[in-house]
């Protein structure tokens, strides 16, 4: 099962994509001022002779509306802060509660003895 940021990457992708430019631009990773962080805008800059923040403004008008996305907003030179909305988060916590492991690896099973003495 893909994790949030997998799923986030795979969407903001397209976006780049439908921008002209390489989807791996796309990589979304945990942020401190948002749900989700793209910095893809930046490297992009050079490939399409745009400025940055223009590039990123492009990208987020592209992923208004985009299934588990609640903003997509540009900060700084062309940061894109995302917020995940609630419906994507609650199936998220369902498809991990629904997980009898929760993601845990399986082991092979072995015998442990415990000396109380």
């Known amino acids: 099962m893909p994790d949030l940021a997998t799923i986030l990457s795979r969407a903001?992708?397209?976006?780049?994509?439908?921008?002209?430019l390489d989807p791996t631009l796309g990589q979304v990773r945990r942020s401190?001022?948002?749900?989700?962080?793209?910095?893809?805008?930046?490297?992009?800059?050079?490939?399409?002779?745009?400025?940055p923040r223009m590039i990123a403004e492009g990208v987020a008008a592209r992923l208004a509306g985009a299934p588990g996305i609640a903003r997509a907003e540009v900060a700084g030179p062309g940061f894109i802060n995302?917020?995940?909305?609630?419906?994507?988060?609650?199936?998220r916590a369902q498809a991990i509660?629904?997980?009898?492991?929760?993601?845990?690896?399986?082991?092979?099973?072995?015998?442990?003895?415990v000396d109380y003495a």
């Open 32 to 51: 401190e001022v948002a749900d989700f962080q793209c910095n893809g805008a930046m490297p992009a800059a050079k490939a399409a002779a745009k400025a």
């Open 12 to 20: 903001v992708g397209e976006a780049f994509v439908s921008a002209g």
């Open 97 to 113: 509660a629904d997980d009898d492991r929760a993601g845990a690896e399986r082991v092979n099973p072995r015998r442990v003895i």
């Open 82 to 91: 995302i917020t995940v909305n609630e419906t994507a988060l609650g199936a």
